[in-house]
């Protein structure tokens, strides 16, 4: 995986930049030949993966050393445990802007169906 790579922007942003090269990438056969820039774009994918899955596991492992180490009492909290804590949540933080840029966009595109009534979300 090249950091050289076109397609592979805002490492720290995977749980928005995923859906986006996923959405560019389109129907794949896996059996065709890739061309440079589908070979570039599923690299890219991978890297965001990698990244995602990473920073998921070790903010959970984190999750677990810190309840541990709070129902020991005593123990001094190890700093890469807060900093694993951080990239978790902040992980969380770009799935939201996502989910939140989805819903926009797909009530806009209710919004102009005109055919329908836009459905409502909650207050």
């Given at each position: 995986?090249?950091?050289?790579?076109?397609?592979?922007?805002h490492p720290?942003?995977?749980?928005y930049?995923?859906?986006?090269?996923?959405?560019?990438?389109?129907?794949?056969?896996r059996t065709?030949?890739?061309?440079?820039?589908?070979?570039?774009?599923?690299?890219?994918i991978?890297?965001?993966?990698?990244?995602?899955?990473?920073?998921?596991?070790?903010?959970?492992?984190?999750?677990g050393?810190?309840?541990?180490?709070?129902?020991n009492?005593?123990?001094?909290v190890?700093?890469?445990?807060?900093?694993?804590?951080g990239?978790?949540?902040?992980?969380?933080?770009?799935?939201l802007?996502?989910?939140?840029?989805?819903?926009?966009?797909?009530?806009s595109?209710?919004?102009?169906?005109?055919?329908?009534?836009?459905a409502?979300?909650?207050?």
């Amino acid at each position: 995986m090249s950091k050289a790579n076109p397609q592979f922007s805002h490492p720290g942003r995977a749980a928005y930049e995923l859906p986006k090269l996923l959405k560019n990438l389109g129907d794949l056969d896996r059996t065709a030949k890739l061309s440079e820039e589908q070979y570039n774009t599923v690299d890219a994918i991978v890297s965001h993966a990698w990244g995602a899955v990473e920073t998921i596991a070790s903010g959970l492992e984190s999750i677990g050393a810190l309840m541990g180490i709070a129902g020991n009492g005593d123990e001094a909290v190890p700093g890469k445990h807060v900093a694993a804590l951080g990239d978790l949540i902040t992980h969380l933080a770009v799935e939201l802007q996502h989910l939140h840029e989805i819903e926009t966009d797909m009530a806009s595109t209710l919004q102009s169906s005109g055919d329908r009534q836009v459905a409502r979300r909650p207050n």
